[in-house]
């Protein structure tokens, strides 16, 4: 009943987040993308830190999901949405957020509707393809529009000073903090081969055919 509360909660957010972009750019065309970031980013950033709960839900047994790959994917977003878009008021404008968040409310609105029923033993077998196989390719898209968003910032990170840190003598010691996201891109890029694995092997447990039969049955 929790886990289908948490998913029911994470639906009803990412819903309002896709059916509000849509009916905004239908409205606004292109002038609706520069303010996405303001428009839904509060809902996007409470939906985000609630995802930190899946986690939790994984460490005590109640998801029987793997940890790892879940812990990279919630990690990723945590750091682009909270460090690099919502520290950069500059960035907070740029297409590549509203492409962003377009990708990951797709994924998202898919993946929990496909949990809920789970959770009451319904498996619908377009939903639970779609759900297994969406991912495939909009998962290294969404890594893409994750990595230009980086890019995007680095000018700004290195204008400002955010979040670099110099000590004073006799440490003599400084973080330049556009380096360490120049980094986090091959660490993206690298999350991204292992998770893609991840996904094709869960597509093949949960879409194969004596599991289609068996829930088909």
Not at 18 to 46: C, E, H, P, W
Not at 48 to 71: N, T
Not at 115 to 127: E, K, S, V
Request: proline share 4%; charged share 15%.
């Amino acid at each position: 009943t929790y886990l289908f509360v948490y998913d029911f909660m994470q639906f009803c957010g990412h819903s309002w987040i896709f059916t509000n972009m849509i009916i905004r750019f239908m409205s606004f065309g292109k002038d609706s993308l520069a303010d996405t970031f303001y428009s839904i980013g509060l809902v996007m950033r409470l939906c985000q830190l609630l995802s930190i709960l899946e986690i939790l839900h994984i460490l005590i047994g109640i998801d029987k999901s793997r940890l790892f790959p879940r812990f990279l994917q919630i990690t990723e977003r945590i750091i682009v949405l909270f460090v690099v878009i919502n520290s950069q008021e500059e960035v907070q404008g740029k297409y590549v957020v509203c492409v962003l968040f377009f990708l990951w409310n797709l994924l998202d609105v898919v993946r929990y509707t496909y949990n809920m029923l789970a959770r009451t033993g319904i498996y619908y077998l377009p939903l639970t393809w779609l759900n297994f196989s969406l991912c495939i390719p909009l998962y290294p898209l969404s890594v893409l529009a994750k990595a230009f968003a980086i890019c995007v910032s680095l000018p700004y990170f290195e204008s400002f000073g955010t979040y670099s840190i110099k000590l004073p003598f006799p440490f003599a010691f400084s973080i330049y903090f556009p380096y360490i996201l120049k980094m986090y891109l091959l660490v993206l890029f690298i999350g991204m081969c292992f998770i893609i694995q991840n996904l094709f092997s869960e597509r093949k447990t949960h879409l194969g055919t004596g599991n289609i039969k068996k829930k088909r049955s």
